[in-house]
């Protein structure tokens, strides 16, 4: 069963970036898809972005991918979250998630394991 830890999450000012990090333990991390979701508050969790297990596929979503990028380290047993240009928009609880089938997935549906959040709260 792997087990996955959120950091990074901070307050910042509008316009700055951060970059989220997931690390994984208790499996084989390389074998999982990674994800990211955010949930904002009394706003459903939603779709962030997600890497195949072995980094060659990774998609975005579009209200973020001109801001946003994911990528992973699997020597680290980390998958990063890349956030440029932030906004109030972005301010929610960010999650990080491991799926077993390996493949690059937006529905939570598709993911096995949760982290337990990082908040991220963009001020204006």
């Known amino acids: 069963q792997v087990q996955l830890a959120e950091s990074g999450g901070r307050l910042v000012q509008a316009g700055d970036s951060l970059r989220l990090s997931c690390q994984g333990s208790?499996?084989?991390?390389?074998?999982?898809?990674g994800g990211w979701f955010r949930q904002a508050p009394a706003k459903e969790r939603e779709f962030v972005a997600t890497i195949s297990s072995r980094g060659e596929v990774a998609y975005v979503a579009d209200s973020v991918k001109s801001r946003f990028s994911i990528s992973r380290d699997n020597a680290k047993n980390t998958v990063y979250l890349q956030m440029d240009r932030l906004t109030s928009e972005d301010t929610a609880v960010y999650y990080c998630?491991?799926?077993?089938?390996?493949?690059?997935?937006?529905?939570?549906?598709?993911?096995?394991?949760w982290g337990q959040g990082t908040q991220v709260t963009v001020s204006s």
């Open positions: 208790g499996g084989d991390f390389s074998t999982y898809a």
């Open positions: 998630a491991a799926g077993m089938n390996g493949y690059a997935r937006t529905m939570r549906s598709n993911y096995d394991y």
